[in-house]
């Protein structure tokens, strides 16, 4: 089992929808996560950063942690056709800074 | 403020050449410097990170070494290039705690070798 695993997609919904990204992780001890947005042929940017249990929201974009469930979750409401891009979920190994353990990314198309 | 530069964007390789790829950051001082690789379809695998100039540390065995020979540089190279060499490239860099964890990327290098 990958220590953290994506639904790769691709997911197709229509402009205006509500979508939610799902990634599961398999080591209890992850307590930081990350989510990037990578457009098509370019670096990863950081969208947004969890710790623990909860949730974190921002603007459209809400992040969800379930330790219990080990269940990472980023919430876009309202999507738009600019949302398109690979959604990356991300932790740091063994919480050691930047070196990160990433799951394949879940590749999104809002259509207009 | 800080930014992070990578060259080249692109480029076709044959197998058995040498490599080369570049990256700089501006805006910081000893930054945390990181070589990942993203493969068609795939997440992103850390290959090498540095905390100080001349200190690699290689996460996968590989084709692949890195250098660190300024502060705000960070280089990839390889000898001999080979098949499963290709790829994207990603420099990213951080900063010491509480944001260590949080990584800026550069745009990538995408790497073909025929």
């Known amino acids: 089992q990958k220590e953290v695993e994506q639904d790769p997609g691709p997911l197709s919904v229509p402009e205006g929808a509500i979508v939610s990204l799902n990634c599961t992780y398999s080591?209890?001890?992850?307590?930081?996560f990350m989510w990037y947005r990578q457009y098509s042929r370019k670096g990863p940017e950081l969208l947004m950063y969890?710790?623990?249990?909860g949730n974190k929201e921002d603007g459209r974009f809400t992040a969800q942690v379930d330790k219990a469930s080990q269940y990472v979750s980023l919430l876009i409401r309202d999507s738009q056709p600019s949302d398109s891009a690979t959604y990356l979920c991300?932790?740091?190994?063994?919480?050691?800074?930047?070196?990160?353990?990433f799951g394949q990314g879940t590749e999104l198309s809002v259509k207009p | 403020s800080q930014t992070i530069h990578q060259w080249p964007a692109t480029l076709v390789q044959p197998v058995g050449s040498p490599l080369s790829l570049e990256c700089t950051v501006e805006?910081?001082?000893?930054?945390?410097l990181y070589w990942y690789r993203q493969a068609a379809g795939r997440g992103l695998q850390l290959l090498f990170y540095?905390?100080?100039?001349?200190?690699i540390s290689s996460e996968v065995p590989q084709n692949l070494s890195a250098s660190r020979p300024q502060d705000r540089q960070f280089i990839l190279s390889s000898k001999k290039l080979l098949l499963s060499d290709s790829g994207f490239y990603l420099c990213?860099?951080?900063?010491?705690?509480?944001?260590?964890?949080?990584?800026?990327f550069g745009a990538g290098s995408r790497l073909t070798v025929l």
């Open positions: 990213a860099w951080s900063g010491g705690a509480p944001g260590a964890n949080v990584l800026t």
């Open positions: 080591n209890s001890a992850f307590q930081y």
């Open positions: 969890t710790y623990s249990s």
């Open positions: 991300a932790t740091p190994i063994y919480n050691q800074g930047g070196k990160l353990i």
């Open positions: 805006g910081t001082s000893n930054p945390n």
């Open positions: 540095s905390v100080g100039i001349g200190q």
